[in-house]
């Protein structure tokens, strides 16, 4: 017996194995975004015009019958999927970006979905594919997610029911941590690269820009470019069998993502939060008079942030401690809406922190 | 000796900070075993360096041995151990680095660097680790002179890292007793001609149980700044150095010993 030959087909099938688990999971997250979309669960045409597809591809090796029951089966468990009535969280990113570990903490029963950008997950929130969504708004090194507070900005149909901050451990990972030597490139998002340039510059590593970090440890799981690994999470590096190099990689170790949970209806439970949105007119002092509304009336502020609306014009998101069910709250932003110009509630929910 | 740095006549003491102890500045022992061989031996020497009022703790992840063949250290896997046991016990990390390859990565973990007395004169090294600003100490060759080793720290300082702690390990003579002759007229030599501290290992220099103690003794009273002791959990069945490594137990009576010499002569 060859047993090194067997070793490595050994594990050519279990990379194989990993990877039509991971499309099963892909396969069944869609169906679960379809039942979103569709009258019924069940679509008898739909499952003879899959059949029928399938049939006609298959390898030489397979054989029809097989591929039938297969397919029968796996119809079987996701109608049995759809029927829970599970609720989807849309997250920008691949699967074990930090974004989904926000949304695990927030609500750990949520069926996470990966989507390529920010407009993705807000868009899929107001057509109903998602229940929810989570988004980045800011990070204590890298500062304001101008793109999320920009889609926040600009809508007027989405509520915040959530917020969560995440503490942001970034590591270098590879297909063999022993081989350390060998990396010369390392792919990230941008935040990460920014987040972590310090120790790329000590050990002459050279960045490249991806659009996701999971998406980046994927990658180099998958297609192994030459002396290449990522910066991502500890949970990207189990997800995708990479070796972690090195923990706790960036500049400043505080570093904490806070996120928004979206949903098209407000949450009816109480909250200790709120966040509005709004422009003033191009006085003197008007920005001050709001301010000492909440000043007056002794509500912390949180979060003051301002975006650039168009021509010259500002727009404030202003973050305090409160329930939209207290009256005294009520009053105050009856005030300031009539101080104000684009004043918009944007939800009141309970802020939390994730160690 | 045609020191420019390293020489006395520049500066008169050198303190070298790695995380708030000061070495040059007070007594400080290093305490671990020879080589990481485990997570739980690691930990456990680590538990024992601590409770035993060691400040410091060593621990080989990357071996230089004589025999290709013998056991070469875990490598990156035992530097992950060694920020685990720091994670636990709070003391910072001393660990030899060999390939000049590796300087920046395992900078990455500890907080000194260890240059081996087989590599004091390998100068690329030097060069590699003079470019990092991480404390390093650098052990004296097994058949150099004050000079020469003198010469390597100059190597470093030169590139720019002024955090160079100097260690005595024994030096090789025709005496067979012990493993090497422990060199302590070294502690006041350096003193008259250089500003950096000194450190005596006297597991190395007399590779002896026995004599560990009566030497670390000898070395305060020449005015060491500093000792280095293997420790390890069970030392009969170490990958390495049997002979010379400490229980928990013996430790800590050794501190005990040593810190009440400490206290009669440096107050």
């Not at chain 1, 949970?261 to 008079?289: M, Y």
């Not at chain 2, 020497?45 to 009022?53: D, E, F, I, L, Q």
């Not at chain 2, 005595?168 to 067979?176: A, K, L, M, P, V």
């Not at chain 2, 030497?215 to 049997?242: C, F, T, Y």
Request: glycine share 6%; proline share 3%.
């Amino acid at each position: 017996m060859n047993n090194k030959l067997l070793k490595q087909i050994r594990k050519n099938i279990d990379y194989i194995d990993k990877k039509i688990i991971h499309l099963l999971n892909e396969r069944m997250e869609n169906a679960l975004k379809a039942s979103k979309v569709k009258d019924a669960i069940e679509d008898k045409s739909r499952e003879k015009q899959i059949l029928a597809k399938i049939s006609s591809k298959e390898g030489n090796l397979i054989d029809k019958e097989f591929t039938l029951e297969l397919y029968k089966s796996l119809f079987d468990e996701s109608r049995t999927l759809q029927e829970k009535g599970l609720k989807l969280i849309g997250f920008q990113g691949a699967h074990g970006a930090y974004s989904e570990m926000a949304a695990k903490n927030w609500n750990k029963k949520l069926v996470s979905i990966p989507c390529d950008t920010f407009a993705e997950v807000f868009e899929g929130v107001k057509t109903g594919l998602y229940d929810y969504g989570i988004l980045p708004v800011e990070n204590t090194l890298g500062g304001v997610v101008g793109t999320v507070n920009e889609l926040l900005m600009n809508d007027d149909e989405l509520k915040i029911v959530g917020a969560i901050e995440q503490p942001i451990e970034h590591c270098l990972l590879y297909p063999e941590a022993e081989k350390f030597r060998d990396i010369r490139k390392v792919y990230s998002h941008s935040q990460a690269i920014s987040q972590c340039k310090r120790f790329l510059e000590r050990n002459n590593l050279e960045p490249v820009k991806y659009y996701d970090t999971a998406g980046a440890a994927k990658l180099v799981a998958e297609e192994k470019p030459e002396a290449t690994g990522a910066i991502a999470s500890s949970l990207a590096a189990e997800l995708y069998d990479l070796e972690i190099v090195k923990q706790n990689i960036e500049n400043v170790s505080n570093n904490r993502t806070r996120f928004f949970i979206l949903s098209k209806s407000a949450q009816s439970q109480q909250g200790d939060k709120c966040t509005i949105i709004f422009s003033t007119a191009h006085k003197a002092g008007t920005l001050f008079n709001v301010l000492s509304i909440f000043a007056d009336a002794k509500i912390n502020l949180t979060r003051i942030e301002s975006m650039p609306s168009g021509t010259g014009n500002y727009s404030f998101f202003l973050d305090f401690i409160g329930s939209i069910k207290d009256e005294k709250i009520q009053k105050i932003l009856k005030e300031v809406q009539d101080n104000t110009e684009n004043y918009r509630f944007m939800g009141c929910y309970k802020e939390r922190s994730n160690q | 000796m045609d020191l420019k740095l390293a020489s006395r006549k520049n500066k008169k003491k050198t303190i070298v900070d790695v995380d708030g102890i000061k070495i040059g500045e007070e007594l400080v022992v290093i305490g671990g075993p020879c080589a990481v061989e485990s997570e739980e031996q690691t930990l456990k020497a680590a538990r024992a360096v601590k409770a035993g009022g060691g400040k410091i703790l060593r621990g080989g992840a990357f071996k230089p041995r004589t025999s290709p063949y013998s056991f070469q250290g875990l490598g990156l896997k035992g530097l992950r151990i060694l920020e685990k046991a720091k994670q636990e016990t709070g003391l910072p990390i001393i660990s030899e680095v060999m390939d000049s390859r590796d300087v920046t990565w395992v900078a990455e973990y500890v907080d000194i660097l260890q240059i081996g007395a087989r590599n004091m004169q390998n100068f690329s090294l030097l060069k590699e680790i003079g470019k990092t600003k991480k404390p390093t100490m650098l052990k004296r060759g097994m058949y150099s002179t004050l000079e020469e080793w003198l010469n390597c720290a100059e190597y470093i300082l030169s590139e720019g890292n002024p955090n160079v702690i100097l260690c005595e390990r024994g030096i090789r003579t025709f005496e067979s007793y012990t493993r090497n002759t422990l060199d302590l007229s070294m502690i006041p030599s350096v003193k008259e001609v250089t500003h950096l501290p000194i450190i005596i290992d006297p597991s190395h220099g007399t590779g002896k149980l026995s004599l560990i103690e009566p030497m670390a003794k000898a070395a305060i009273a020449a005015g060491a700044d500093g000792l280095m002791v293997e420790v390890h959990p069970n030392p009969k069945n170490a990958k390495s150095d049997q002979q010379q490594q400490m229980t928990p137990e013996q430790f800590k009576k050794f501190m005990k010993n040593i810190n009440a010499l400490d206290n009669f002569i440096n107050g």
